[in-house]
Antibody
Framework: QVQLQQSGPGLVRPSQTLSLTCAIS??????????WNWIRQSPSRGLEWLGR?????????NYGASVKGRITINPDTSKNQFSLQLNSVTPEDTAVYYC?????????????????WGQGTTVTVSS | SYVLTQPPSVSVAPGETARITCGGN??????VHWYQQKPGQAPVLVIH???DRPSGIPERFSGSNSGNTATVTITRVEAGDEADYYC???????????FGGGTKLTVL
């Protein structure tokens, strides 16, 4: 059974960097059938996809337009996890952050249906 | 960018059928996924690739996708189905995941 366990601070100061980690059990971050996503949710913005990373002979990343330029999603194969870094945060970045897996049946298609989610981390940006 | 439009709310009596729609330009050309989210919990995938149910999802949940509208249908609605429902697609032009705004299903 695949599980995702999120960790990271719940409070970040404005202009600082938000950093979260998603530890994977029961699957591999290097799987060539999966994509590893970060999503956030706030009352004002609903569910908002932030980006993903996946491995298909090499590492790829896609990032959402609303955070492009401020976001990095990195795999850590030694710890079987992936991370989110969001720079220069403002109170608008206050949200519940989720990591999620999207699994494909074949290596050609990069799946986007997210079948396993982390527990969520409430992050508040405030001084 | 691609936009998905959902009604803010749908209400249905127990035992009846709930239909929640998701509108998008030529959405029938895309794979649509549906999530159920209860308060304080992470979303749960209930329909993927328009009409397929992940294992563990009751047969009461079904999906369809035609023209500019995708629909998730819940038959014999139960109190436990009360939740927010979100549709989602992959927009190939922007290379983004896109979510609908969500629909609150109320069981009367």
């Amino acid at each position: 059974q695949v599980q995702l366990q999120q960790s990271g601070p719940g409070l970040v100061r404005p202009s600082q960097t938000l950093s979260l980690t998603c530890a994977i059990s029961g699957d591999s971050v290097s799987s060539d059938l999966d994509a590893w996503n970060w999503i956030r949710q706030s009352p004002s913005r609903g569910l908002e996809w932030l980006g993903r990373t996946y491995y298909r002979s090499k590492w790829y990343s896609n990032y959402g337009a609303s955070v492009k330029g401020r976001i990095t999603i990195n795999p850590d194969t030694s710890k079987n996890q992936f991370s989110l870094q969001l720079n220069s945060v403002t109170p608008e970045d206050t949200a519940v952050y989720y990591c999620a897996r999207a699994a494909s049946a074949n290596i050609v298609v990069v799946a986007d249906a997210m079948d396993v989610w982390g527990q969520g981390t409430t992050v508040t940006v405030s001084s | 960018s691609y936009v998905l439009t959902q009604p803010p709310s749908v209400s249905v009596a127990p035992g009846e059928t709930a239909r929640i729609t998701c509108g998008g330009n030529n959405i029938e050309k895309k794979d649509v996924h549906w999530y159920q989210q209860k308060p304080g919990q992470a979303p749960v995938l209930v329909i993927h690739y328009d009409r397929d149910r992940p294992s563990g999802i009751p047969e009461r949940f079904s999906g369809s996708n035609s023209g500019n509208t995708a629909t998730v249908t819940i038959t014999r609605v139960e109190a436990g189905d009360e939740a927010d429902y979100y549709c989602q697609v992959w927009d190939t032009s922007s290379e983004h995941v896109v979510f609908g705004g969500g629909t609150k299903l109320t069981v009367l």
